[in-house]
């Protein structure tokens, strides 16, 4: 995933005290995200994920350790955090990026705008920021679909930090690292996604990206909790018994039942729920001798994971906040002073080309041109 040479690029360009900046430039290359927003894992491709995982690896190496983590790398840009719902992990880790990258940050809700009080359309609401020229949006709301439909008006990247039952792409990502930095690799692996699948976006995107890059997913939980199909539609192993599910997995990935959204009128108790599907001590030993444990967070204790399996030496609970928070700088990064969606601009220039349907009409061709490489 992060090839061995770019390992040994990193460090020799520490070891000449290189500046941190020229670093990331060289081992970036001349290469760029394919998509200009990241809405869904399936708007990122397989090169797409090892780019971001190579500008994450010295964030996470170096940059997060140094005693000053102020750097000018995005100085007189302005990144808006706009969160509909309550966030610890996903809000902080963003905010903090932004700011260790020198952005001027702005954060919103929707209690904090026009929206809460005089009736302003959430459309009407993004417009607004798109006027003032904000370089990039991250931004969670409850419905499903929020952060697609103001990806498609506005002209600054915009990042999905979580969208109703949909996707959580950046959470995906920084799973995908987790498990590559413990394992060594992602394609081959068996992972068991352990609970409410069906209410999870975390799941959505992480069943994505693993398939994506060749691991084996199994999920476990109540067939309530299962989306019908889903085996299907993701090749994926189904079961209703975790004792089956988690037998000799790499990867244990719990999730958090997500009573606020109505998730325990899907189960007979919580109580019940738990005895079935908690991952305890013994559970966990049924799954590989160095198999890890994962959960995105906030964990229900006692009820996602013992306590003490959260607090085991297998539990990579808190490497993956460190890991999201080195992802969504890398991400920052890329989007803001990359130029991202460059190949699929280059492909409506085409497109347009084509439509002009007269090739030996070389004025048309060069407008065509032109028009696609100022997108």
Request: proline share 4%; aromatic share 6%; charged share 30%.
């Amino acid at each position: 995933m992060i090839d061995v040479n770019y390992k040994r690029m990193y460090k020799e360009l520490n070891e000449k005290n290189e500046e941190f900046e020229k670093i990331l430039m060289a081992l970036k290359g001349s290469q760029e995200l394919s998509t200009k927003d990241i809405i869904s894992m399936d708007d990122l491709s397989v090169d797409d994920i090892k780019l971001i995982f190579r500008i994450t690896y010295p964030f996470k190496e170096e940059f997060i350790k140094r005693p000053n983590k102020k750097i000018p790398l995005l100085k007189g840009k302005f990144q808006m955090d706009f969160f509909f719902e309550e966030s610890t992990r996903t809000r902080t880790s963003f905010e903090l990026a932004g700011k260790h990258l020198s952005a001027d940050v702005i954060n919103a809700s929707g209690s904090s705008t026009s929206m809460a009080k005089k009736g302003e359309t959430l459309m009407d609401t993004v417009r607004t920021y798109n006027s003032m020229a904000m370089d990039i949006i991250t931004m969670r709301h409850g419905c499903s679909g929020a952060a697609q439909m103001i990806a498609n008006e506005i002209r600054c990247p915009i990042v999905n930090a979580g969208d109703g039952c949909h996707e959580h792409p950046t959470q995906g990502l920084l799973d995908m690292y987790t498990i590559y930095e413990a394992k060594g690799k992602i394609e081959g692996l068996d992972i068991v996604i352990v609970g409410d699948i069906l209410h999870s976006r975390v799941a959505g995107s992480l069943i994505r990206g693993l398939r994506k890059m060749g691991a084996r997913v199994r999920l476990a939980g109540p067939p309530t909790f299962i989306p019908y199909g889903i085996d299907k539609v993701f090749g994926v192993k189904v079961y209703d018994n975790l004792d089956e599910a988690i037998k000799d997995v790499d990867v244990v990935y719990a999730l958090r039942v997500q009573l606020e959204r109505a998730a325990s009128g899907f189960i007979p108790s919580v109580r019940e729920y738990s005895k079935n599907f908690c991952i305890t001590p013994s559970r966990l030993k049924m799954a590989k001798p160095d198999a890890i444990v994962m959960h995105p967070g906030p964990i229900n204790r006692e009820v996602d994971l013992r306590t003490e399996v959260m607090e085991c030496a297998q539990s990579k609970v808190e490497e993956q906040v460190t890991n999201g928070f080195c992802v969504r700088l890398a991400l920052l990064y890329l989007l803001v002073r990359g130029d991202p969606g460059k190949v699929h601009r280059k492909d409506a220039s085409l497109m347009e080309i084509i439509r002009c349907g007269n090739l030996k009409d070389k004025r048309k061709v060069s407008e065509a041109k032109t028009r696609g490489g100022r997108r």
